[in-house]
Every structure is written in C-alpha cells, then in structure tokens.
C-alpha cells in the first residue's frame, strides 16, 4: 500500500485523486488545501483518506506527492515540503508549464526526487465539485523528468499515469514548454483577441454578437477559460510564447500579403494544406477544456419535434448533455445540435436516429 499527499486540491488534484483511488482503494490519500470544504467533501465521499492541517512532517510518510496549486505558487509549496521528503518519494506538479518550477527544484537539489507532470485535461468549470476520474481518461499526460532521476522511478511514474487511464508522454521541459506555448497557450490568445476583435468592431444594434455561431463560436470556445490562469500561465512562459506570437504575425501578415496581391493560389494551398494536417489530428487529449461530443440533424419546423427527438434518445437510454437549434449554418450542416457526454453515446445516437429516418451529421 502506497501514500499519497496532496497539496492543492482543486479540479486537477480531486480528479488525479478520484482517479487513483479508482485504480488503487486501498492507497491511504491525504491532502492540504487552504479551501477546507473541498477536503471535506472529499473525506465524505472518501476519495480521501484524512484532511492534512499543514505542510509539515506529515507528508514525510508519502510515497508521492502531488503539488496541484496555481504554477505560480507550486515552488514555493516546494521549498516548504523538501525538509519532508523522505528516500524514496517523488515529488511531481500539475502545472501548465514547467521552466519555473525545474529551475526551482534545481536550485533546491531535489532534481533527484522530482519529475514534473501536466495531465491535459480541463473543464469549464472549476474546483473540487467539478472533479471527475473521467477527466483524465484518454487525456495526454506529459511527464518532464530531470537529469537525475533514476530510470525506474520514471517507468514507475508512467505506470501509475497509465493506471490513471491517461495517455503517459515522456520529454524534457524545454521541449514541453514550446509545445505547450504553440499548441494551447497561443490559440486562447488567438481566440480571446478574435473575440474582443469582434466586440470592438460590432455594430451598435450588435449584429456581430447576434450571428456569432457556428465556426466562430466553436473555434473561440477557450476564450471563457480562466482569466487569472491564464495571465499565470502567460507570464511563466513569457519567452516561448513571445516567440509563438512573433511566427503567428508573421504568417498573418503573409496572408495579408496574399489577399492583398489577390494571390488566389496561395489562399487556396493556406486552406488545403491546413485541411489536410488538422484532419490528420487525432482527437485523444481532453486539453484545456473537454473534448465536444456532438451530432447535427435536420428536422421539420412544428411542435413536439424537438421533444420527438429527446424521447427517442431517452428510450436507448442516450443522455443528453445539451440541445439547441443552430440559427447561423453558415459553416455546419443540420438544424438541430446535440451534444453528448461522450464519444460512444454519439456513436450510438447518429445510428439510432438515421434509423428512425433522421438525416443526421456527425463531426469528423
């Protein structure tokens, strides 16, 4: 039987530890946070074990350690911890980024016991009551060992990423952090500014707001993520994403380039070679919000249409997470949109409804 501690225990944290008590029930959990209803929701529904009053000699018994804090805090929570970490145990963090806190463990000397983790996964909502073991299921799970780390307490680490139902990717922090900057720190700047772009720019009457459905809607959905998270983030991988930033104007102001000199080819290759690389994506990982599970389908304009459908859903036992009509198609095909709390629901829900003569579309 192993030990766990917790320091932090919010959507990250709970979920790593509903996760775990998942894969091990009779691991003892213990957990630290300044939110002490969460610790004692969790103590009630036993995802923990005891409620840790501070960050003392009682961590000394852990055979890991999870710092789930904001990134900006972890490293100090880590000065605090090293008087208490016995032979043996492994220290990790959750941040979304890693430079700052391996620069902390190195001039700490816990590069020995530290390997630096950041589980891909999120959700719209926040805090310990938004926990699922769910979340981490098929989410990428980067793992960012030190120099110094002895290989079997990696292997070892990937495995209980693995008993999580994670996706283990092992690199070091560097590369992690550019990765990150391009893949999921850019793109909600691109969506925050393309949505103040919009607000800025709107008509008095708000025409801009009233259509913005569809492709826009879905490709600035980051943009409702956590703003104080974010200015965190930015700031703790200023560099990389500065240089991110530079390469993205950089393509924009070639594009410009091209619809200014009304160089229709190259417009054409921008969209097909983008098709063709996005389409070659795998959708795996839950990255800073969950993946959306959902169908478009035509319907008829008249009563009871609607509910016809959700009756239909409800007798194969199909729930849905939300239902709406789409007003602007501009960019999907279907009235109707579904949404579902998972992939094989949405699987099942395109063959129930084609069978009941619906013409549905389902996403790629």
Same mark, same amino acid.
């Given at each position: 039987m192993k030990t766990i501690g917790f320091i932090g225990f919010g959507l990250i944290g709970g979920s790593i530890a509903k996760a775990i008590r998942q894969a091990h029930p009779h691991w003892f959990l213990g957990a630290f946070s300044r939110t002490k209803a969460s610790l004692e929701d969790a103590l009630s529904d036993h995802t923990i074990d005891a409620i840790w009053e501070r960050v003392d000699s009682v961590f000394s018994s852990c055979d890991y350690i999870f710092l789930c804090t904001p990134v900006s805090c972890n490293a100090e929570y880590l000065e605090t911890l090293r008087p208490f970490v016995k032979n043996g145990c492994i220290v990790t963090d959750v941040g979304s980024t890693k430079g700052n806190i391996h620069e902390a463990v190195e001039r700490l000397g816990m590069e020995n016991c530290f390997i630096g983790g950041h589980p891909m996964a999120g959700s719209e909502r926040t805090g310990y009551g938004a926990s699922s073991a769910l979340l981490l299921e098929n989410a990428y799970y980067m793992i960012t060992p030190t120099a110094k780390n002895r290989p079997e307490d990696v292997e070892d680490f990937r495995r209980l990423v693995e008993e999580m139902k994670a996706i283990p990717m092992i690199l070091d922090y560097k590369t992690h952090d550019r990765v990150v900057a391009?893949? %999921?720190?850019?793109?909600?700047?691109?969506?925050?500014?393309?949505?103040?772009?919009?607000?800025?720019?709107?008509?008095?009457?708000?025409?801009?707001?009233?259509?913005?459905?569809?492709?826009?809607?879905?490709?600035?959905?980051?943009?409702? $993520? $956590?703003?104080?998270?974010?200015?965190?983030?930015?700031?703790? +991988?200023?560099?990389?994403?500065?240089?991110?930033?530079?390469?993205?104007?950089?393509?924009? +102001?070639?594009?410009?380039?091209?619809?200014?000199?009304?160089?229709?080819?190259? !417009?054409?290759?921008?969209?097909?070679?983008?098709?063709?690389?996005?389409?070659?994506?795998?959708?795996? %990982? +839950?990255?800073?919000?969950?993946?959306?599970?959902?169908?478009?389908?035509?319907?008829?304009?008249?009563?009871?249409?609607?509910?016809?459908?959700?009756?239909?859903? %409800?007798?194969?036992?199909? $729930?849905?997470? +939300? !239902?709406?009509?789409?007003?602007?198609?501009?960019?999907?095909?279907?009235?109707?949109? !579904?949404?579902?709390?998972?992939?094989?629901?949405?699987?099942?829900?395109?063959?129930?409804?084609?069978?009941?003569?619906?013409?549905?579309?389902?996403?790629?």
């Open positions: 391009v893949i %999921s720190h850019l793109p909600h700047i691109v969506a925050s500014s393309l949505v103040n772009l919009v607000k800025d720019s709107d008509t008095e009457e708000e025409t801009m707001k009233t259509v913005a459905a569809g492709g826009f809607k879905d490709i600035t959905r980051i943009a409702s $993520s $956590s703003p104080v998270m974010w200015e965190q983030i930015c700031m703790e +991988n200023k560099d990389n994403l500065a240089e991110a930033l530079r390469q993205y104007i950089g393509s924009l +102001n070639g594009i410009l380039a091209h619809i200014m000199g009304a160089d229709a080819e190259a !417009i054409r290759q921008l969209f097909e070679e983008a098709g063709e690389y996005r389409n070659s994506i795998q959708d795996r %990982s +839950n990255g800073s919000l969950p993946r959306e599970y959902s169908i478009y389908c035509d319907i008829v304009d008249q009563a009871g249409a609607i509910a016809t459908i959700a009756t239909t859903l %409800s007798v194969h036992q199909l $729930s849905i997470k +939300n !239902i709406g009509i789409i007003h602007n198609r501009e960019f999907e095909q279907g009235v109707l949109k !579904i949404e579902f709390y998972g992939e094989s629901a949405c699987r099942e829900a395109v063959r129930v409804l084609t069978s009941c003569h619906y013409q549905v579309y389902a996403p790629t």
